[in-house]
């Protein structure tokens, strides 16, 4: 866990683009409002090992989405049965359903499609924030707490030793 911490401080204090640690988290969110073994959640997991993102930060981030997506569960649904019921899609919905990847995919539950719904359209309202705020963080939070007496006292630990092991 410690480990994983010091990964986390890492990436954030790194060179690395605000935009990949945000979409590290928004592919996260997706995972984690969606049910673990969906055919888009095998694609986001490939699309993690193909594209330039903290792998530390998706899995700290996964376990945090869940725990959210269980506690918004009555509304992914809700909203899952919307889009399914929605005579306006029911056409698209049958067609797709008939399709090979339709079936594969489980969209034909409420689950699936609500959790992937809300997932996409809160990360959409979230990304600017998530690189505003990693942007904030390296400019004035770090930058202020880098030369702290608690940072001071903070290098003296266990710790700190792992961050500087793994930060090289």
């Known amino acids: 866990m410690i480990t994983i911490l010091a990964k986390i401080l890492k990436a954030l204090n790194s060179e690395q683009a605000p935009s990949q640690l945000a979409i590290a988290i928004l592919l996260a969110m997706i995972v984690g409002f969606t049910p673990l073994f ?7 997991l490939l699309l993690l090992l193909f594209v ?6 998706f899995i700290v981030s996964y376990p945090l989405f869940a725990i959210i997506g269980w506690l918004i569960s009555p509304l992914i649904n809700t909203i899952g049965n ?10 698209f919905w049958q067609y ?7 079936r594969w995919s489980e969209f034909n539950f409420s689950g699936v499609v609500g959790g992937l719904s809300v997932a996409i359209v809160m990360g959409l309202v979230l990304y600017p924030f998530l690189i505003w705020g990693i942007v904030k963080y390296r400019n004035q939070i770090y930058q202020k707490m ?23």
């Open 38 to 44: 969906s055919l888009h959640n095998l694609l986001i």
């Open 52 to 57: 330039r993102v903290n792998i530390s930060i």
């Open 82 to 91: 919307l889009l399914l019921e929605n005579d306006f899609l029911s056409s």
């Open 96 to 102: 797709f359903y008939n399709t090979l990847i339709g």
């Open 146 to 168: 880098k030369n702290s007496k608690f940072m001071v006292a903070f290098k003296a630990t266990h710790f700190w030793r792992i961050y500087e092991k793994i930060s090289g």
